[in-house]
């Protein structure tokens, strides 16, 4: 027990600190302006980030309010090749008009399309306002087909965001690849 105290002692005397722990507090969700994505779709990752950290037991703030961290997200979007995937056909389809009618019916096909992969990447910074230093980072990423229903920023922001979070203090040192 003294060794331990002595150690203690030691530590202090030699002036060498321990970081505080990084613990939940009150935060501000900024987005990193990209003209490359609409502002709705920059508003679905903003929304998702910030329902993660509250589900984190953070606090979130509106954007002018001063928190404890800010809350810097960045998205980037790469093609990288092209995958098949099922066609649509339309349905039946009929119309009525001054001129007669019509009716269109479309038979099933096994047609498939090609469609770039698209990999999305969502990386959080927390930032101390009291610094402006990084004190945590984290960062996922997820490949899907474009023009799908899985590429819709909705989706992928519910899918990246509560995934980055939920590693929350751990420090990650490569992005987590979500299916």
Known sequence: MTMMWMAALALLASGVQEAPALTPGTVTVEAVKDEAMPAAARQAFVDAVEQALLDARFTALPPQARGRYIARIGVTRAERGAVASNGREPGASGGLGNWGGGVSV??????????????????????????????????????????????????????????????????????????
């Open 106 to 179: 479309a038979l099933p096909s096994d047609k498939r399309q090609l469609r770039g992969l698209i990999v999305t990447t969502l990386t959080v910074e927390l930032v101390s306002r009291a610094d402006d230093k990084v004190v945590w980072r984290g960062s996922a990423l997820t490949a899907q087909a474009a023009g799908t229903r899985a590429d819709v920023p909705a989706t992928l922001a519910a899918k990246l965001a509560p995934a980055i979070i939920r590693a929350f203090p751990q420090t990650l040192a490569e992005p987590l690849s979500i299916p």
